[in-house]
Nanobody, 124 residues
Framework: QVQLVESGGGLVQAGGSLRLSCAASGRTFTNYVMGWFRQAPGKEREFVAGISRGGSSISYADSVKGRFTISRDNAKNTVILQMSTLKPEDTAVYYC?????????????????WGQGTQVTVSS
């Protein structure tokens, strides 16, 4: 089992920044690809960003490229999503997820463990 706890969400004006953190506990953190997903009301959960176990490979959704940065600190069992130039359409609940694999999958069904989510609201 892997336990994931997100933090850092909140309300921000368009153009602003937020930093989301995900703290992992349980099994060996470096065995897992880590991903960030989001789900807006009435919409399906979608991939935002993913990072490989060692951090050398990263993938982003086209909608966040150039604005969001994912990183991980394997010594602290933490994955970070730095979000900048936020837009109202970024409003969603953001989830951290872990997948015991070596490939960054973009489908939520590939991920084994999920956090409880943190709300991000971007006002116009």
């Amino acid at each position: 089992q892997v336990q994931l706890v997100e933090s850092g969400g909140g309300l921000v004006q368009a153009g602003g920044s937020l930093r989301l953190s995900c703290a992992a506990s349980g099994r060996t953190f470096t065995n897992y690809v880590m991903g960030w997903f989001r789900q807006a009301p009435g919409k399906e959960r979608e991939f935002v960003a993913g990072i490989s176990r060692g951090g050398s490979s990263i993938s982003y959704a086209d909608s966040v490229k150039g604005r969001f940065t994912i990183s991980r600190d394997n010594a602290k069992n933490t994955v970070i999503l730095q979000m900048s130039t936020l837009k109202p359409e970024d409003t969603a609940v953001y989830y951290c997820a872990a997948d015991q694999t070596i490939v960054i999958f973009t489908s939520p069904s590939a991920y084994d463990y999920w956090g409880q989510g943190t709300q991000v609201t971007v006002s116009s």
